[in-house]
């Protein structure tokens, strides 16, 4: 592999499952982590769990460029005739089938496929181009890692995919669910918007998790900048009034991880006083927005975008994905029934982004959309800190909601 590829893969990778985190709208619901009406304990001991009673049948899909994956057909043991299928979209990055998770913890896609075949239905997931096995294993090709119009592809990609899994003869082409995470809510919009430029059946329905509602510019100053002045406002203002004492800011580095210390301490201060060059009033204070945010917005360097440092890597990715249609701006196109699914905590797609879709799909005349946005919950749909997120598995209430979404929509 090249350098510049290795760089590239790295740098996707620190953006896969990213794109690397109240009020309900009328006809929405909010929610929290609500049990079975029969109980946790009843509920799982009459569950069978993991892959028992599923079939896994290991398939290969041609995705043209000298590109053929690998993928994987589950369907419960047993079922007759044609199935309802759900295809399954990654986040940004180059994920494998399962969308395993960065230092081993979890897998995005597992337990969502074990679920919705549970429900009697047919899920599809596969490796993204460039990526040989899971873990992700990835290649040493830099044309297949890196392909040009990378995003553009991305969706050709998933196109190919659901075309396979619409000629399969244990799938209903006419009952082909899309479900994306992160990136993936971006590509499932775009087809569902016009599936007869990809040449794909008219989706059945569509789930997004973690919701690029929102410009991709927009969405990484969040990610690079904007989540510093938040957990600066959130962790260290403890009387609010937007500004920090040395006092405060020696406090609020207390207990953070060392990479946010060496971050966030040179802005604030100077040995037990507050950084002269950064209280540039000079009145003793850090106004958190006015002057600690004038110092880290420059040093993220987010005003050159699309160059911005650390990032270069994915000058052509965020470019390109910048000529397509938002989640915000393409779903109210789709006139099916759509689940939208945010975590309250998510500081790489706001949970205000996904209730702007979720109402833009409601302005469009389409009666059969939902929304749920839950406390406590980040970007890979977990209970975690919000400031200092951990990888996991989507939270249980959040497999629950799926699985009930689609039985509903069998």
Same mark, same amino acid.
């Given at each position: 592999m090249t350098t +510049?590829?290795?760089?590239?893969t790295k740098n996707r990778r620190r953006l896969a499952v990213a794109l690397t985190a109240a009020a309900v709208l009328a006809g929405s619901v909010g929610v929290a982590h609500a049990e079975p009406?029969?109980?946790? #304990?009843?509920?799982?001991?009459?569950?069978?769990?993991?892959?028992?009673? %599923?079939?896994?049948?290991?398939?290969? $899909?041609?995705f043209g460029k000298g590109w053929v994956t690998q993928a994987e057909l589950t369907y419960p043991r047993g079922a007759r005739?044609?199935?309802?299928?759900?295809?399954?979209? =990654?986040?940004?990055? =180059?994920?494998?089938?399962?969308?395993?998770?960065?230092?081993?913890?979890?897998?995005?896609?597992?337990?969502?496929?074990?679920?919705? +075949?549970?429900?009697?239905?047919?899920?599809?997931?596969?490796?993204?181009?460039?990526?040989?096995?899971?873990?992700?294993?990835? +290649?040493?090709?830099?044309?297949?890692?890196?392909?040009?119009?990378p995003y553009a592809q991305i969706q050709r990609d998933a196109a190919s #995919? %659901?075309?396979?899994?619409? /000629?399969s003869p244990k799938v209903d082409p006419s009952r082909i669910f899309l479900l994306g995470h992160s990136e993936g809510t971006n590509v499932a919009a775009n087809l569902a918007a016009d599936p007869k430029a990809y040449g794909i059946p008219k989706p059945a329905g569509v789930i997004a998790m973690g919701v690029v509602g929102q410009d991709i510019k927009?969405?990484?100053?969040?990610?690079?900048?904007?989540?510093?002045?938040?957990?600066? =406002?959130?962790?260290?203002?403890?009387?609010?009034?937007?500004?920090?004492?040395?006092?405060?800011? #020696?406090?609020?580095? $207390?207990?953070?991880?060392?990479?946010?210390?060496?971050? %966030?301490?040179p802005?604030?201060?100077?040995?037990?006083?507050?950084? /002269?060059?950064?209280?540039?009033?000079?009145?003793?204070?850090?106004?958190?927005?006015?002057?600690?945010?004038?110092?880290?917005?420059?040093?993220?360097?987010?005003?050159n975008y699309p160059d911005v440092p650390g990032l270069e890597g994915l000058r052509d990715?965020?470019?390109? %994905?910048?000529?397509?249609?938002?989640?915000?701006?393409?779903?109210?196109?789709?006139?099916?029934?759509?689940?939208?699914?945010?975590?309250?905590?998510?500081?790489?797609?706001?949970?205000?982004v996904a209730r702007t879709a979720d109402a833009a799909v409601a302005a469009a005349g389409n009666k059969d959309h939902k929304i749920i946005v839950y406390p406590g919950m980040a970007h890979t749909m977990n209970i975690t800190p919000k400031f200092v997120p951990e990888f996991g598995d989507p939270d249980r209430q959040v497999v629950t909601d799926i699985r009930a979404w689609l039985r509903s929509h069998h």
């Open positions: +510049s590829a290795t760089s590239k009406a029969a109980g946790p #304990a009843l509920a799982a001991a009459a569950q069978p769990v993991g892959w028992a009673g %599923i079939v896994r049948e290991q398939v290969r $899909i041609d005739g044609r199935l309802p299928l759900v295809v399954m979209l =990654h986040g940004s990055g =180059h994920n494998d089938m399962n969308q395993t998770l960065p230092e081993g913890k979890g897998a995005t896609f597992v337990p969502l496929a074990q679920a919705a +075949s549970r429900e009697g239905f047919a899920t599809l997931r596969f490796n993204k181009r460039g990526v040989t096995g899971v873990g992700p294993v990835e +290649s040493t090709d830099p044309a297949q890692l890196n392909p040009k119009n #995919a %659901i075309r396979f899994g619409a /000629a927009e969405l990484l100053t969040l990610q690079l900048f904007g989540r510093m002045l938040l957990q600066l =406002h959130d962790e260290f203002d403890v009387d609010a009034d937007g500004s920090l004492t040395a006092t405060e800011a #020696a406090d609020g580095l $207390i207990g953070q991880p060392t990479e946010v210390a060496a971050q %966030i301490r802005v604030l201060l100077d040995g037990r006083k507050v950084r /002269a060059s950064t209280d540039t009033n000079g009145d003793g204070r850090i106004a958190i927005d006015a002057e600690a945010g004038t110092v880290l917005r420059k040093a993220t360097g987010i005003d990715y965020v470019e390109d %994905i910048a000529r397509f249609p938002t989640v915000t701006e393409a779903l109210p196109r789709f006139t099916g029934p759509t689940l939208l699914l945010n975590g309250e905590n998510d500081l790489q797609t706001p949970a205000r």
